[in-house]
């Protein structure tokens, strides 16, 4: 497993540096944003394993870019915010993130918060940043979007990634059509059915190591799709 990746947005310089470098001192790997925009695209870059987000970033907020996150990958989100009230703590925690710090914080108590998210929303089950074997022939790198089959890499676009680590997330379980049309297609979209046929038949071309177009992922008609590990 590789290291969590964190990604930081905050508009005020001193908070984000002075929160990287604690990160990268106790062993995390970062990616900063100094604002809403800046991580949305360093998120479609590569997947974060958690985001820490300022609240009042211009622009943006930072319940504006937890939104559109949660459309793109399912990864938990602390909130930083100066505001103490109440009401925005409360819409804060119930809409938009896992968990709420006021400013100024204390790192320690941070850090603390973010171990227990992690595990919490990882604990025996699949992160982004991760690197997945399927079998002895087939294994996926998610953070880099590149899927290994006997030996030859194979580059993965955004949407066929996020379709492939929905399915892998929920190996074997159905994920119902609607769920990928609202996940895979990244910040604020929602795709098509006729798109999505098209994709599947794109990592079946590129993943089946046999032409039966059933090996990993099977289609259930008129449900949706089921990702398989044949062994």
Do not use: C
């Not at 987000?53 to 622009?59: A, K, V, Y």
């Not at 009230?85 to 709420?100: I, K, M, Q, R, W």
């Not at 953070?143 to 190996?171: C, D, S, Y």
């Amino acid at each position: 497993m590789t290291n969590w990746r964190i990604l930081v947005a905050d508009d005020d310089m001193i908070v984000r540096r002075t929160l990287e470098s604690s990160l990268l001192r106790d062993g995390f790997e970062v990616v900063t944003a100094a604002d809403g925009p800046m991580a949305l695209q360093k998120v479609e870059q590569r997947w974060p394993d958690l985001a820490i987000l300022d609240l009042d970033m211009p622009g943006m907020s930072g319940f504006e870019v937890s939104d559109h996150l949660r459309k793109a990958v399912e990864i938990p989100i602390m909130m930083l915010t100066s505001h103490s009230d109440l009401e925005t703590t409360v819409l804060g925690l119930e809409h938009y993130a896992d968990d709420y710090m006021t400013k100024p914080f204390r790192y320690p108590e941070l850090r603390a918060r973010l171990n227990r998210l992690l595990v919490r929303a990882y604990e025996g089950g699949l992160h982004p940043g991760e690197r997945v074997v399927i079998d002895e022939r087939l294994s996926i790198d998610f953070g880099h979007r590149v899927a290994t089959l006997a030996g030859a890499q194979i580059a993965l676009t955004p949407i066929e990634a996020r379709i492939l680590f929905i399915l892998v997330q929920n190996r074997g379980r159905i994920v119902p059509t609607a769920t990928l049309l609202r996940k895979a297609w990244g910040l604020g979209e929602e795709g098509e059915q006729a798109s999505l046929w098209v994709r599947m038949r794109n990592l079946r071309t590129k993943l089946e190591p046999i032409p039966d177009g059933q090996h990993y992922i099977q289609t259930e008609r008129g449900t949706g799709y089921r990702f398989l590990h044949m062994g």
